[in-house]
C-alpha cells in the first residue's frame, strides 16, 4: 500500500470518528431535550395541538395504573372534542 493511501485511509477514518462524535452529540441533546418536555408535559401542564380546525387534547396515563405488569411503558390518550 502506498504512502497516499495510507494517508488518505488516516483522513477518512478521522472524518468518521468526527461524524460519529458530531451525531452521537446531537443525539444527546435531542434526548435531553425530550426528557424535559415529557417532564413538562407530565407535570400537569395541558397539551393541545392543532389538527386543521379541531383541537386534538391529550392526557398521559400511567401504563402500570392499568395493568398489573410492571412495564414503564406510558400511554397517551387523544380525546377529540366534538364541539362545533
Do not use: C, W, Y
Request: proline fraction near 1%; charge should be negative.
Amino acid at each position: 500500500m502506498g504512502k497516499a493511501k495510507k494517508e488518505h485511509r488516516a483522513r477518512v477514518a478521522k472524518r468518521n470518528q468526527r461524524i460519529a462524535e458530531e451525531k452521537g452529540k446531537m443525539q444527546r441533546e435531542f434526548n435531553k431535550l425530550l426528557k424535559a418536555e415529557m417532564e413538562k408535559l407530565q407535570e400537569g401542564e395541558n397539551l393541545s395541538i392543532q389538527m386543521g380546525d379541531k383541537p386534538l387534547n391529550f392526557e398521559f396515563v400511567d401504563g402500570q395504573s392499568k395493568s398489573e405488569d410492571n412495564t414503564t411503558e406510558e400511554f397517551v390518550e387523544v380525546k377529540e372534542d366534538n364541539e362545533q
